[in-house]
């Protein structure tokens, strides 16, 4: 009996590779639709089927799977919605398909909060055959837990900042702006928007000169896993270190970690503690106030 096909949409970053070696741990094959321009270089041997498609393709997206025995599949990895969004011209470059263009311009034309455009996307998928399922499923290992991650502590006023920072937080995200905050002293430094975690940290960093701020970035129990589920990696960890950051709070069960073991190594090697705050029931109440 052969095995059973898993499908995999992936954008940039290496968490897409995670992802196919934790469906193949899983005992799927894996058959990959790789975003053109987006996707890790590496990614295709990590794949049984390897295929490239258009950011904006979704027809090619379902065929491909579809043909290599898939009917469920996971869509992760970055892809920079300001470019496509307010660059029209790059939308011919990544093939679009009508049905992008028809949830784009008509389905979503007075709401297009990333969020409501992913569900728009996932349904499309499910009538194209192909179910969109929990991004986390096959990378349990690499997901935040709650309490102290690293060997680093925070410090007293650290923690008053992420119990101050934290329903602050929980609120963006029900407004749908973004999943990080920078904290200190009890005050709002910066707010993710489109542009992205990298630069709210670099912006953080330049409001803030008084080093050993806290950066707060999760999402609550209540938002899809399918998509947008949010990450740190290594890379951010070097950069909280370069703006001056001190800690790291990130909601449990819900911030992808790419990959665990390393990104923990960095925060201690940086210098940065980190934390994983509960989100669900009384827990996501406490913080982590002693």
Same mark, same amino acid.
């Given at each position: 009996?052969?095995e059973?096909?898993?499908?995999?949409?992936?954008?940039?970053?290496?968490?897409?590779?995670?992802?196919?070696?934790?469906?193949?741990?899983?005992?799927?094959r894996?058959a990959?639709v790789?975003l053109?321009?987006?996707?890790?270089?590496?990614?295709?041997? @990590?794949?049984?089927?390897?295929?490239?498609?258009?950011?904006?393709?979704?027809?090619?997206?379902?065929?491909?799977?579809?043909?290599?025995?898939? /009917?469920?599949?996971?869509?992760?990895?970055?892809?920079?919605?300001?470019? =496509?969004?307010? @660059?029209?011209?790059?939308?011919?470059?990544?093939?679009? /398909?009508?049905?992008?263009?028809?949830?784009?311009?008509?389905?979503?034309? @007075?709401?297009?909060?990333s969020? @409501?455009?992913?569900?728009?996307?996932?349904?499309?998928?499910?009538? =194209?055959?192909?179910?969109?399922?929990?991004?986390?499923?096959?990378?349990?290992?690499?997901?935040?837990?709650?309490?102290?991650?690293?060997?680093?502590?925070? /410090?007293?006023?650290?923690?008053?900042?992420i119990?101050?920072?934290?329903?602050?937080?929980?609120?963006?995200?029900?407004? %749908?702006?973004?999943?990080?905050?920078?904290?200190?002293?009890?005050?709002?430094v910066?707010?993710?928007?489109?542009?992205?975690? %990298?630069?709210?940290?670099?912006?953080?960093?330049?409001?803030?000169?008084?080093?050993?701020?806290?950066?707060?970035?999760?999402?609550?129990?209540?938002k899809?896993?399918?998509?947008?589920?949010?990450?740190?990696?290594e890379?951010?960890?070097?950069?909280?270190?370069?703006?001056?950051?001190g800690?790291?709070?990130?909601?449990?069960?819900?911030?992808?970690?790419v %990959?665990?073991?390393?990104?923990?190594?960095?925060?201690?090697?940086?210098?940065?503690?980190?934390?994983?705050?509960?989100?669900?029931?009384?827990?996501a109440?406490?913080?982590?106030?002693?």
């Amino acid at each position: 009996m052969s095995e059973p096909v898993m499908g995999l949409i992936a954008g940039g970053g290496r968490l897409p590779v995670l992802e196919a070696r934790g469906m193949r741990e899983a005992g799927y094959r894996v058959a990959c639709v790789g975003l053109l321009g987006q996707h890790d270089p590496d990614l295709a041997e @990590h794949c049984d089927s390897f295929a490239v498609a258009g950011v904006l393709s979704l027809g090619r997206w379902a065929r491909v799977l579809r043909r290599r025995g898939a /009917s469920q599949a996971v869509m992760v990895g970055r892809v920079a919605k300001s470019q =496509l969004m307010y @660059h029209p011209p790059r939308w011919l470059t990544q093939l679009p /398909s009508w049905r992008a263009l028809r949830i784009f311009l008509w389905d979503c034309r @007075h709401n297009r909060r990333s969020q @409501h455009l992913l569900r728009a996307l996932a349904n499309e998928m499910e009538t =194209l055959g192909i179910e969109l399922i929990d991004t986390t499923q096959y990378i349990p290992e690499h997901l935040a837990t709650p309490g102290q991650l690293t060997q680093i502590q925070p /410090s007293a006023g650290q923690r008053r900042d992420i119990d101050f920072g934290w329903p602050v937080l929980m609120r963006m995200n029900d407004l %749908d702006i973004g999943q990080t905050i920078a904290v200190k002293d009890s005050d709002v430094v910066a707010v993710e928007a489109m542009e992205g975690t %990298d630069r709210m940290i670099a912006r953080a960093g330049e409001l803030c000169r008084k080093p050993g701020w806290v950066m707060l970035k999760g999402a609550p129990a209540s938002k899809d896993p399918r998509f947008d589920v949010p990450t740190v990696g290594e890379q951010t960890i070097a950069n909280l270190a370069a703006a001056g950051a001190g800690c790291l709070a990130i909601a449990a069960d819900r911030v992808i970690l790419v %990959d665990k073991p390393k990104v923990l190594a960095a925060a201690d090697a940086a210098g940065i503690a980190m934390v994983g705050v509960p989100t669900s029931g009384e827990d996501a109440q406490l913080g982590t106030s002693p």
